[in-house]
Each structure stands twice: as C-alpha cells, then as structure tokens.
C-alpha cells in the first residue's frame, strides 16, 4: 500500500483496433460507458420524480382541503376513457420492453415494429386525450374566463354524469374550488402528455435508426435507455389515473 | 516578513510553460464554443461568472449608495426593489451556485480521480450554453425593466400584484436550473463510475466528496424550483388558482415549494466552498485532513439534512406552529455537520506546518467568517428569535457572512490554488496577499453592522430608514467601497499573470493530488497514462518520497 | 479489454415481461372497480396501494431493476424517499394548521 510512486496502467487502455465506434475516449470500456449512460439516465429520472413532486404536493394539500369539490369533479371525468388509456399506456410498456429484447438479442425488424406498436399505442393515448380535452372545453370545465359552475351548482344539468352517480348540488363556494381541481387535472395531465410528445418524437427517431441497423449491432444502450423514460412516464400516469379519475365513483 | 513559503517553482531562467496543453492543443473561438474538454468548459464558466459578479456586485454597489441617508434618495423606491431584486438573482443564480462546481469541479473533478473527461462531456458544454441563456436573458430582463419581488418571489406579489417582468425572470432562473441540474448529473454519474484504478470512495479528496454531497442537492432540489416557477408562470398568466386565495388557493404553497429548493440551495453553494477549504487548508498545514471520515460524511449529512428545514424561512408566514417546532427543531440539527467540519479544520491546523500563502489567508478568512455566519444561522433557526430577527438586517448580515465572507472567500482560495495549474503561472503573491487582508477588513466593515442594524430593528429590502441607523449604513457603504477595491485586484494581477506571472511547473504548492502530479497547464486528455491509486489522500510522506525519487521538488 | 464489448447485464425473457403485462392489466381492473364500491377511508388507500404495486411491477422488471446493481436500487429509494419528504412534510403543515395554536 505504500509503494512509492503512482504507476501507468497502460492494461486499462484499450488498443484502438479493438475498440468499437461509439466508445468515446473518456470511457476505459464499452461497459463503463453503458454503466454511466444508464446511471446518467436515472438520475435524470429522479429530477422528473421532483419535478412530479411539486404538482403532487398541490393536488394532496387542495384535495384535501377541498374533498366535495374534487369528488364532483372527478365526476366529469369519463372513467372509460381513462382506463382505456390506461391499458393503452401500460401494452405500450410493454411493447417497448420488447423493444428492448429485441435490441438486446439484435433482432432488428421485431425492434423496428415493437418501437412502431409503441410508438402507435402513444399517439393513441394523445388522441385519446384529445377527445377528453375537447370534452371538458365544450363544457365549460377549463379554468380561466369560461369557467362554468353549472355543473356543480345544479348537477342535473349534466345528465349523462347525474344518471351514474346523483350529485349533490354543491355550495356555491365549493363549487368554486372545482376549479382548482380542473387546473390541477389540466396541469398534470397536460404536463404528463408533453412528457409523450417528447417521448413520441424520440421514438420516432428512434425508428429510423433501428431501420438502419444501429441498436442491433450490440450497442443498445440508447434503446435501454429511452425505455426507462417511456416506463417512467407510464409510472406518472397509472398515478394521475388512480388520483384524478378514481377519487369516488360510489 | 520572512520568506515563510513552501512555494517550490521551478528555475524562471529555464522553466517553460509546456508547449503541448489543453489551451495550445486547438486553435480559434470555435474550438472554445464548441470543445467538450472539461477544462475548456470551467474557463468558459470562469471568464462568464466572473462578468456576472461584477454585474452583481455593481448592483450591490447602487444598493449601499442609496442606504448612505435615510432617505429614499438616489432612486424611487421601485426601482429599489428592482435593484436589489437583481442583485440577489445574479448573485445567487448566476454567481455563487455554479461558482465552484462549474469552474474548479469541472477542471478537477475528473483530474483528482484520474480521469480523462467528464462522463457526459457534451451534457457539459449544454450546461454552459444553458447557464449563458438563462444569464442574458436576466440581463435583458433587466434593460426592460427588471423586476422587482425580491429574488424570492414570494407570492402572491409576484403573481397578482406587480407588472414587472417576472415571467421572463422566472424563465431565466429556470433555464439556468438546468445548467445546475445537468453539472450536478454529471458529476454524480462521474464520481460514482470514472475513479481510476485503487481510487476507493476514502481515498478520494474532499473536495470531491463536498462537490459530490452538492451535486445530489442540486440534482434533487433544483427541479421543484422548476416546477414552482412553472406554476407562478401559469398563475400569472391563466389564473390557474393554486396560490390564489380568492379561488381557494393557498400562496403558501408557492414558498413551501420555493424554499424546499432554496435551503438545499444554499448548501449547494456552500458545500463546494468548504470542499476548497478541505483542500488548502490541508496543503498549507502540510498535513491530513483531521477526521477524514468525519468530514466527508458531514458533507453528506449536511446535503441529507439540509431537506429537512426548508420551512425555518416560513415561520412568520402562516404555517402552522407544530410545523414551526419541528422545523426549527430540525433546523439545531443541520448546524452540526457544519460544525463539525469547522472543528476538524481546526484541528488540521493543530501542530500543523502553518505558512501564509494567499489561499491560505482567504481559508483564515473563512473559518472565521463562516463561523459567524453559522452560529447566526442558529440564532434565526430558533423559531423565538428569528420572529424578531426575521426580514431585518439581521438576517441580509447572516447570509452576506456565509455566502461572502464564507463561500466567495473559499471561491477565491480555491482559484488561487489552482491557478497556477489551470494557466501554468503564477500570480504577484504580495498583491493577493494585500487584496486577501483588504477583502477580510472590508467584508467586516461592510457585514458587521448589519447585524447590529437588524438587531435595532431596521427591515431589509427597504431603501429607507429611521435616521439614527445612518452611521451603522455609512460604516456599512464605506466597507463595500473597500470590499469592491478587494475584488477588483484578484481580476487585475490575475490577467497579468497569464502573461507576465512566474511559471509555476507541476507542483509549485508541493499538494499531493493527482491533479498536482502532471503538467501545468494540463493536457487535454490530463493524464499521459492512466493512474493507479495506491495511498490515501493527503499522503505527505507519500509525495516526500516521491520527490526524492524524482531528484527534484518538481518538473520544470 | 477484450473485443467482447457487450454489457454484462440479464436479458430478461418475453415471458416475464407476458406475465407483468397481465398483472398491470389486472390492477386496473381491480382499481377501477375498487372505486365503485364505498369502502370509506380505505378507498384512497386501496387505490394508491394498487397504483403502488403496479409502479413497483414496471420498475423491478420492465425498467429491469430486479437484475441492477445496487447503486441503482439505491439511487431509486434516494429519489422515492425525496419525494416522500417533499409530500409528507409540506402536509404535515397544511394538516396541523388545522390543530390550531397548541
């Protein structure tokens, strides 16, 4: 241990024949590089799992505060839609977990048509969300100076919503904080969905490149990695859909 | 005064700086905005922090000239707040949270663990680009204008009160966020996966632990800062509601959030201040870190606590009285680890071979000022006297005394000791010497009184005051004039030295880190061959033996 | 080092990743109908404690952490504990608001 001086370890240095393309010079292996890659990429997942955070902690504190008025207005929202993009969001999942054991066993046309399954299952769920988004702006339900309280002061006016679940009308000051619950729902979910677009725009780069051959020839590493990000984001949304949609429906 | 130095340079007659380096290695500005060199990169941050410090410091300037008379004089009381508004934004932002990491963690962190590069080097260059984004965008926020909340933001004035252009501040601060996040990601991915050969985690200087303790907060705290500046912006402009009373929400919300980033904030500008100090203070005592454990898991106890108090900037704003207990109670904690550091430097310097180069004298100036600023911080910690003491002078004095008298002090130590390896020259050791002690006597000119004003009870961001706190201000002004004359001089004879400083040679502090055991300025690729670590850190019969072996004190 | 430049990981079988899909799929069955059945307090639980399992699923086996180093598992519990603290701490305030003053 107390040898004298600081030697060379000229073993660590890989010979340049042998080292493949896409090792950069600053890595000692193909392997160390993986490693930081994927290290890299969760610790950027946990600035998201923060990020989340914040809009968590507001919907925790208002839901609890304002119970009534988040009840109701989960009402709005159309269970059916949300499960469906839910199970929607989760076979996307899992076709990218495909994905990646295609890279993984270079099997080049299963990885371009598992990150094209993935990639038509995420545009689903963005369309999906459109028409839900489309919904809630012809009633009336988007925060800011169309707001309508209506169907919260006089739930029958919504009859579809009435027939299942028989509101109580609610005080009109409750009933303001249904927007509250409305921004929360337009923040999360539309913070959730430019997590996919972003998402699907990568995949569709990816697509490219795989047709091209380049996760096949042992260097996945991007494939991998992009699949931690798509599993993450499908993480934040089995939450929003347990909070946002499922608060009450008895 | 004795020549009391362990200074080792080599023969000025023959020394040469050497001809193959990072700097002589590519030529043009292209090779600059556009490398993926590590070290590169933290003089690109070196050369811009520096050009907003002094954008800082002037604003601070125009701030101590209004407080000359109790009246509100020099300017209206609006642009006051605008004035001091962009001088904490500055400084914090752009200054005192990358000042470390950004210029000496960049150029060092991969050479103290024997590395060629950052692990994502090109994540790097981004973070520069991001914090230049950030920075001129603040800096064009304030010709249109400024703003004028405080740096804190504090809801819900900036959301529904002011016309000021806080959407575009807030941008700024968001983007420079991602600077730090990405500089804090790498560094986390670099310390963990790129250490050379025998580098195990206590063997590793301490600056690399306080740089790694730092870059957890920053990749931890900084996002909820995005997030709640994201929610001011969308409160501002939609009225979404959550900081909205009038629609049920809380604008409590907005400060929980707010401040959950920034008391982790200030440990990470702190932290790699104190990994500085670890490492000078050690050289000029010749002699190891006292408690090395000790003062590498405080680092890491102080970023693991220092999430647990966020709220100690909250007890007069509302929130509930058992939250004020336990946060206050949390609060005593944190000061431990700090504490404890503070003890063991102490102790390094015990039976030390003490001598005074100018590191040295700015490390003098820490540990004392620091000190201060510590204990300070637990007087407001105790939720009792911070309801007197809180938004007074009291607190302005605190913090001035960690982040200036503390950080800017290891800041300046950290690039004087190693100046001569980023440039291969030395700097006039009289001049720094002078510029330290006018620093330290300035700083407390200017500081000290403060906390006697907060005490009498004068408030903080207020550009006027009852008359009898005139002469505590003048004292106060007077100092700031010093301090500014202290700050200049390290930007005058350091630019001289590129060109007309002494060569320095591999070693001139005789310190045993890896980055002290190649040329100066390095390579780009730092290291020749690739290291192996086989003795602790801060080994000096290890270099002593080194050194005979080699015949000479250093390679010229 | 030798040509052999592929990372030393686990590959994980198709039929693994069959299996969780049906789990996930399972749970949101179950969450749904859990929402329609009044169990009072215990609905928010359930719900979250469905959610939590089918997040757990994904991360131990679709992102591959059942097979990671520990550093990662690590790494996960550092980032879940984080936003924990944020959670936890932040209510704690807004609900002993409501305890009044001692």
């Known amino acids: 241990m107390q040898d004298s001086s600081i030697h060379a370890a000229n073993a660590a240095l890989p010979a340049h024949e042998e080292h493949p393309a896409y090792l950069r010079h600053h890595f000692n292996s193909a392997e160390q590089q993986a490693d930081a890659a994927g290290f890299a990429m969760w610790l950027f997942l946990l600035t998201e799992v923060m990020f989340f955070g914040g809009l968590f902690t507001a919907y925790l504190i208002y839901r609890n505060w304002y119970y009534p008025a988040f009840v109701t207005g989960s009402h709005q929202l159309n269970v059916v839609w949300g499960a469906t993009n839910t199970v929607v969001l989760i076979f996307s999942s899992f076709t990218m977990a495909m994905g990646v054991w295609c890279a993984q066993t270079r099997r080049r046309r299963g990885l371009v048509l598992c990150l094209a399954l993935t990639f038509i299952l995420g545009l689903s769920f963005l369309g999906i969300k459109t028409i839900e988004y489309r919904e809630k702006i012809e009633k009336h339900h988007v925060p800011g100076f169309h707001y309508s309280l209506q169907s919260f002061l006089d739930p029958k006016s919504n009859p579809e919503v009435y027939a299942e679940y028989h509101d109580k009308p609610l005080e009109p000051d409750m009933a303001r904080h249904t927007e509250l619950y409305f921004s929360l729902y337009f923040l999360m979910t539309g913070m959730h969905a430019l997590h996919m677009i972003i998402g699907i725009g990568i995949l569709g780069f990816m697509i490219l490149r795989a047709r091209a051959g380049a996760y096949t020839t042992g260097h996945e590493t991007f494939v991998v990695n992009f699949g931690l990000y798509w599993h993450f984001i499908d993480i934040v949304w089995i939450y929003l859909f347990a909070l946002l949609y499922l608060i009450s429906r008895h | 005064m004795s020549e009391n130095t362990i200074v080792s340079l080599p023969d000025q007659a023959t020394a040469r700086i050497p001809k193959d380096n990072y700097i002589t290695r590519e030529n043009g500005l292209l090779s600059w905005l556009l490398t993926s060199d590590h070290k590169r990169i933290a003089i690109l941050y070196l050369i811009s922090i520096t050009f907003f410090f002094f954008i800082g410091g002037a604003l601070a300037g125009l701030i101590r000239l209004e407080l000359l008379t109790p009246q509100t004089d020099l300017m ?481 | 080092m030798s040509g052999h430049n592929e990372q030393a990981r686990h590959i994980v079988s198709p039929g693994v990743y069959l299996v969780i899909l049906f789990a996930l799929l399972l749970g949101t069955a179950l969450t749904v109908w859990a929402s329609y059945v009044d169990l009072g307090l215990w609905n928010p639980v359930i719900a979250l404690a469905i959610a939590t399992t089918k997040a757990v699923l994904v991360v131990l086996y679709f992102m591959h952490v059942k097979y990671s180093t520990k550093l990662t598992k690590l790494t996960i519990i550092a980032g879940i504990f984080m936003f924990l603290t944020l959670i936890t701490m932040t209510l704690a305030d807004y609900i002993s608001r409501a305890w009044g003053s001692w």
């Open chain 2, 76 to 556: 209206a009381t609006d642009t006051y707040n605008k004035v001091f508004t962009m001088h904490g934004i500055i400084m914090i932002f752009f200054f005192l949270v990358p000042s470390v990491p950004a210029t000496l963690g960049n150029f060092f962190i991969p050479m103290m663990i024997g590395a060629k590069d950052l692990a994502l080097p090109k994540i790097n260059l981004l973070s520069w680009y991001l914090y230049m984004a950030g920075g001129l965008l603040a800096l064009y926020t304030m010709t249109v204008g400024g703003v004028d909340t405080g740096w804190t933001f504090t809801t819900p004035l900036s959301t529904h009160y002011v016309n000021t252009n806080v959407l575009s501040t807030g941008l700024a601060v968001f983007i420079a966020g991602f600077s730090s996040i990405l500089t804090g990601l790498n560094f986390i991915v670099t310390i963990h996966k790129m250490r050379a050969p025998g580098l195990t985690w206590f063997r590793l200087p301490l600056f690399i632990w306080a740089n790694y303790a730092a870059s957890i907060l920053m990749v931890l705290g900084t996002p909820v800062l995005a997030i709640a500046i994201v929610l001011i912006a969308l409160e501002r402009t939609l009225g979404i509601g959550v900081f909205d009373p009038t629609k049920g929400g809380d604008p409590l919300l907005f400060q929980h959030l707010f401040w959950f980033y920034s008391h982790p904030a200030v440990y990470i500008m702190i932290l790699p201040g104190m990994g500085v100090i670890s490492e000078v203070i050690s050289n000029f005592s010749r002699k190891r870190v006292f408690g090395y454990t000790a003062v590498a898991f405080s680092s890491v106890a102080i970023a693991v606590f220092g999430f647990f108090v966020w709220a100690h900037h909250m007890f007069i704003m509302g929130i509930s009285n058992y939250a004020v207990l336990v946060f206050s109670l949390l609060s005593m904690l944190v000061a431990v680890p700090s504490a404890i550091k503070i003890f063991n430097w102490t102790l390094t310097l015990y039976k030390g071979s003490i001598t005074f180069e100018t590191p040295m004298l700015y490390a003098f100036g820490f540990l004392g000022l620091f000190t201060i600023g510590g204990m300070t911080g637990v007087f407001l910690g105790s939720s009792g006297t911070d309801i007197h003491l809180t938004e007074t002078y009291f607190i302005v004095a605190h913090f001035h005394f960690v982040m200036v008298g503390g950080m800017l002090m290891a800041f300046l130590s950290g690039i004087h000791f190693w100046w001569p390896k980023m440039t291969g020259r030395m700097y006039p050791e009289k001049i720094s010497q002078l510029a330290a002690v006018v620093t330290f006597i300035g700083f407390i000119l200017t500081f000290f009184p403060q906390f006697i004003l907060g005490m009498l009870g004068m408030p903080r961001r207020y550009a006027s005051y009852p008359p009898e706190f005139q002469i505590l201000n003048v004292f106060s002004t007077a100092g700031a004039t010093i301090l500014g004359v202290g700050y200049l001089l390290p930007v005058l004879y350091l630019i001289w030295s590129l060109r007309y400083g002494a060569i320095a040679g591999d070693n001139p502090w005789q310190a045993t880190g890896l980055e002290w055991q190649t040329q100066s300025p390095p390579l780009t690729e730092n290291f020749a061959e690739i290291p192996v670590m086989d003795h602790e850190a801060y080994d000096y019969e290890w270099l002593e033996k080194q050194q005979k072996e080699k015949g000479v004190a250093n390679a010229g």
